[in-house]
């Protein structure tokens, strides 16, 4: 028998961003139905952002008992549990679990439906035995590895960051397909956890940011034992006769082959878009994800696109992001657009790399006069007493020094690229960040540095130092 459900809004979708809309509707009172097919939570907290930062985490111990000789204290090399590493990981998923539950939600107020959703029409979802007829839909079904169609991938065991997390033995030898920021990350996790790792990368490593600043982690990287091949195709894939994986790959000096014990397909994200019947709602969609509108709105207009189904940044706080633009227009009628120039991004490799607003280069393609100011950690005196000197802040301002863009790589980027998220998405100055006074010693002062020196060349023109002596006659 089938239960018609009216809400004011049908999310489908248990991810960051579907559960932000249904939290946010629920919190005023909307009636809101949540379908989820798999696990509350998606992506991130299952198989993404949550597992591989505790990876990292254990792994960094695993680093800093390696190198600890510069502080006074004897190194050693640690005695790996890779199953109680798995032990761990699983135990923060189960830690933060419960806040994403479908106790949680229902408890909240809203409606949840564990099974798949598909449009049946331009008006209505069905669900199990469920026929939802909502006032708006939000779709944000998130996305899932793209596995790419080398010959011979499908006949292979490999891994995927949905997968890669069950292991509770260590790899041998772990090749990654992929140098994008999620192979980068378990690259040198696995690597400092004891496995041999071998990266390769069609193109470049990091390739979506700026090479000064990717310069600095790659070579960090290769420092600490792992291979990364840029600029070579994976051609072929094959089970050799004594086990293991082979790759056949092509590289700017010809043919090769890449063997190791097991293999991490990293190649990116494909949009969920399957199954969900989005031309009979019709919805346009095409390899990338659903088509929107700056606000997230489809070609159906009963009906927003959030989060990584949306074909833009994939990143979970940008999900939430829109489940803030999406709630903004459905429940209050506010008109609101996406702006990707103020979302930041962070890789989780040490050192990290963070970025927010305008590079360096999309500031000469955009045109007009800009400014790129520098601050090493080296020239910081935190950063020298945590002997963690490597890497550097470059702000990019424009003529007047009103601040574009920030990219920071060294420790603790991650953490540092707020303040600089905030100063783009507000429009703020280096005159505004040179006025904040920022505690002593913290690594946060080279952000600053770096704001102050615009001012520098100002120092040492003719016109400011006649103008200082003048006022020097008044006493």
């Given at each position: 028998?089938?239960?018609i459900?009216?809400?004011?809004?049908c999310?489908?979708?248990g991810g960051s961003?579907?559960l932000?809309?249904?939290?946010?509707?629920?919190a005023?009172?909307v009636?809101?139905v949540l379908i989820?097919k798999?696990r509350?939570?998606?992506?991130?907290?299952?198989y993404?952002?949550?597992?591989?930062?505790?990876?990292?985490?254990?792994?960094?111990?695993?680093?800093?008992?390696r190198?600890?000789?510069?502080?006074g204290?004897a190194?050693v090399?640690?005695?790996?549990d890779?199953?109680a590493v798995?032990?761990?990981?699983?135990?923060?998923i189960?830690?933060?679990?419960p806040?994403?539950?479908?106790?949680r939600?229902t408890?909240?107020?809203?409606?949840v439906?564990q099974?798949a959703a598909?449009?049946?029409?331009?008006?209505?979802?069905v669900?199990?035995?469920?026929?939802?007829?909502a006032?708006?839909f939000?779709?944000?079904t998130?996305?899932s590895p793209?596995v790419?169609p080398?010959?011979?991938l499908d006949?292979?065991?490999?891994f995927t960051?949905?997968?890669?997390f069950d292991?509770v033995e260590r790899p041998?030898?772990?090749?990654v397909?992929?140098?994008?920021?999620?192979g980068m990350e378990l690259a040198q996790?696995?690597?400092?956890?004891?496995?041999?790792v071998t990266?390769?990368?069609?193109a470049?490593a990091?390739?979506?940011?700026d090479?000064?600043?990717?310069?600095?982690?790659?070579?960090?990287?290769r420092?600490?034992?792992?291979?990364?091949?840029?600029?070579?195709?994976?051609v072929?894939?094959?089970?050799?006769e004594?086990?293991?994986?082979r790759l056949?790959v092509?590289?700017?000096?010809?043919p090769d082959?890449?063997?190791?014990?097991h293999?991490?397909v990293?190649a990116?994200?494909?949009?969920?878009?399957?199954g969900l019947g989005l031309?009979e709602?019709g919805?346009a969609?095409?390899?990338r994800g659903i088509?929107?509108t700056?606000?997230?709105?489809?070609?159906n207009?009963r009906v927003y696109?959030i989060g990584d189904?949306a074909?833009?940044?994939q990143?979970?706080?940008?999900?939430?992001?829109?489940?803030?633009?999406?709630i903004?227009?459905?429940l209050?009628?506010?008109?609101?657009?996406?702006?990707?120039?103020?979302?930041p991004?962070v890789t989780f490799?040490?050192?990290?790399l963070?970025?927010?607003?305008?590079t360096?280069?999309?500031a000469k393609?955009?045109g007009?006069?800009?400014h790129?100011?520098?601050w090493?950690?080296?020239?910081?005196?935190?950063?020298?007493a945590?002997r963690?000197?490597?890497?550097?802040?470059k702000l990019v301002?424009d003529?007047?020094?009103?601040?574009?863009?920030?990219?920071?790589v060294?420790?603790n980027?991650?953490?540092?690229?707020?303040l600089?998220?905030?100063?783009v998405?507000?429009?703020?100055?280096?005159r505004?960040?040179a006025?904040?006074?920022p505690p002593y010693p913290?690594?946060?002062?080279?952000?600053k540095r770096?704001?102050?020196?615009?001012?520098?060349?100002?120092?040492?023109k003719?016109?400011?130092?006649?103008?200082?002596g003048?006022?020097?006659?008044f006493?």
């Open positions: 028998m089938t239960t459900l009216e809400p004011d809004i999310v489908i979708g961003g579907g932000s809309v249904a939290a946010a509707a629920a005023f009172g009636p809101v989820e798999g509350m939570g998606g992506d991130c907290l299952n993404g952002c949550v597992p591989s930062k505790a990876m990292i985490a254990a792994a960094k111990h695993a680093h800093h008992m190198h600890s000789a510069a502080f204290i190194p090399e640690p005695a790996v890779f199953s798995h032990d761990h990981i699983h135990a923060v189960a830690a933060i679990a806040h994403d539950s479908v106790e939600f408890g909240l107020g809203v409606r439906i099974d598909r449009f049946r029409d331009a008006d209505t979802v669900a199990g035995d469920y026929e939802i007829r006032r708006r939000v779709v944000a998130g996305s793209l790419p080398i010959p011979g006949q292979v065991e490999h960051n949905e997968t890669i292991r041998g030898h772990l090749v397909i992929g140098g994008g920021p999620i996790a696995h690597r400092r956890l004891g496995a041999e990266v390769v990368e069609g470049s990091l390739g979506k940011d090479p000064e600043l990717t310069a600095v982690v790659l070579e960090r990287l420092a600490e034992g792992v291979v990364i091949r840029e600029k070579t195709k994976v072929g894939v094959e089970r050799p004594t086990g293991g994986v056949r092509e590289g700017e000096d010809g082959t890449v063997e190791g014990t293999l991490l990293a990116g994200r494909a949009a969920n878009v399957a031309d709602a919805i969609y095409d390899r088509k929107v700056p606000a997230m709105r489809t070609t207009r696109a189904v074909g833009g940044l990143f979970t706080h940008v999900a939430g992001y829109h489940a803030g633009l999406a903004r227009a459905i209050f009628r506010l008109r609101a657009a996406e702006n990707r120039d103020v979302i991004w490799t040490d050192p990290e963070a970025h927010v607003g305008l360096e280069a999309e393609k955009r007009g006069r800009f790129v100011l520098r090493t950690y080296a020239e910081n005196d935190r950063a020298q945590e963690a000197t490597t890497g550097f802040i301002t003529a007047r020094g009103r601040i574009l863009g920030a990219s920071i060294g420790a980027a991650g953490e540092m690229i707020n600089w998220a905030l100063a998405s507000k429009k703020l100055s280096v505004d960040v006025g904040y006074v913290t690594m946060s002062e080279i952000g770096a704001a102050m020196s615009y001012f520098g060349s100002a120092a040492r003719p016109l400011v130092r006649r103008l200082i003048f006022l020097r006659l006493g």
